[in-house]
């Protein structure tokens, strides 16, 4: 879709003049990401991250702002816990984020269940449009990763360059810049293992770990601080 203006004003007398510097200082804009280097895409994905950092905050202050209406007390125990876990500087652990999977599912937490607000961050979060329409995107777009995440569990590692990895990273919610090809298969093998544990009613959990599994990660705090 990038391309296409590019190549009909392209079309007019004397104008790669114009577009042809035009593309080369902003790649990004006019061009589509198969025509951009390995490096380009990693320094694109880098900014677009950071883009999708501001709104790690704001999702967490919509998730906390509903624990209180948990009724079930152990649930809601359970969830406290786990939001304490994150504001203090750490991570649940991968038993405890799915142990709290039945409040993704309908209320307070399910994807067809969250406030405007809450909405609207979390598509920000993950780059997605805020027009109308937005559960059923949010539901596609964790619906898709999920396929992914189990692609990746039957076929293994082995087919995964470091840049696959990187890329998989980011798609996720993680900055992998400076993480090593171990590293960034531990992390990952912790989202799948989630992933491996959700369904299509509870892609909502899905869509909040970047949350839970990489709020307070070091490679993402180095982009915004």
């Known amino acids: 879709m990038k391309v296409a203006p590019v190549l009909l004003l392209a079309a007019l007398p004397f104008a790669n ?129 999920r396929e992914m995440d189990l692609a990746i569990q039957r076929e293994g590692w082995q087919g995964m360059s470091h840049h696959d990895l990187r890329q998989a990273c980011f798609l996720r919610g993680l900055s992998p810049i400076g993480l090593s090809t171990e590293e960034m298969i531990a992390w990952l093998s912790q989202w799948i293992y989630v992933a491996q544990n959700c369904d299509s009613h509870s892609l909502s959990l899905l869509l909040h770990c970047p949350i839970f599994l990489s709020y307070n990660y070091s490679t993402n705090w180095v982009l915004i601080h």
């Open 17 to 145: 003049y114009v577009i042809l510097p035009v593309i080369y200082l902003f790649p990004r804009k006019c061009l589509s990401s198969h025509f951009w280097t390995l490096q380009q895409k990693v320094d694109f994905s880098v900014i677009i991250q950071k883009k999708k950092l501001t709104y790690y905050r704001p999702v967490f202050r919509n998730l906390q702002a509903r624990v209180e209406s948990i009724e079930n007390l152990i649930l809601r125990n359970q969830c406290q816990n786990l939001f304490y876990k994150i504001g203090s500087g750490t991570h649940p652990s991968t038993h405890e984020i799915l142990r709290i999977k039945k409040l993704f599912i309908e209320k307070p937490y399910g994807v067809f269940n969250l406030s405007a607000g809450h909405l609207h961050n979390l598509c920000r979060m993950h780059g997605i449009s805020t027009l109308p329409g937005k559960q059923w995107r949010l539901w596609k777009h964790a619906g898709f990763i």
